[in-house]
């Protein structure tokens, strides 16, 4: 399939269950970890943590059979200390920051450029609001080819590798929002 074979929209509730499966597997094959409620209760609650706010969006990509087979979701969350750093949740507050999340492709779709559509189209969702002033996201750098595509497209602000212990190994990316209004047919943002 080429990039242009899919379609990227806004999930619907018919979409969840598939949307859900999509994430589940990755948290078990691509993770190790399985589902861990701290961290995951997002995914058991589609509809409430990403439908129901004007603010928060869940994104599917749809192959030409109607399967969904990526997701991406956006949320006005912050990242929460712990078990982030503190210097961290306290640059990335609540309410004004953009959290991309879930940005997840099923193996045998990946590097079609599904991933990048997604981020775009979250991308121009978070400009559109208005209210938000940064975008953050945070990978595991286990996850094959996560941090290498993150870091294509995202600034590094905090690598827990580097920390005493190695922390939980993750590394926080921001998305600059300057820039970014184009994608939403806006002014520039400032």
Do not use: C
């Not at 990039?3 to 691509?30: G, K, P, S």
């Not at 997604?118 to 978070?126: H, K, P, R, S």
């Not at 005493?164 to 820039?179: E, K, N, R, T, W």
């Amino acid at each position: 399939m080429r990039n242009t074979d899919y379609t990227i929209r806004t999930a619907t509730l018919a979409d969840l269950d598939a949307a859900r499966a999509v994430m589940l597997d990755t948290v078990y094959r691509d993770f190790g970890t399985g589902y861990v409620p701290r961290w995951h209760r997002d995914v058991v609650d589609l509809e409430g943590a990403y439908l129901r706010s004007e603010r928060h969006t869940l994104l599917v990509a749809v192959a030409a059979d109607g399967e969904v087979v990526a997701t991406g979701a956006l949320d006005s969350r912050g990242p929460a200390h712990p078990p982030n750093p503190a210097h961290v949740a306290e640059r990335y507050p609540s309410a004004v920051t953009a959290q991309l999340r879930r940005v997840y492709v099923r193996p045998e779709h990946r590097r079609r450029g599904l991933a990048r559509r997604l981020v775009d189209e979250l991308l121009a969702f978070a400009v559109a609001d208005g209210g938000y002033r940064a975008v953050y996201l945070h990978t595991d750098p286990a996850v094959t080819g996560a941090e290498p595509f993150w870091r294509s497209l995202a600034k590094v602000v905090h690598d827990e590798r580097e920390d005493a212990g190695g922390g939980q190994g993750i590394v926080h990316f921001d998305v600059p929002l300057a820039g970014l209004a184009g994608l939403a047919g806006l002014p520039e943002a400032r």
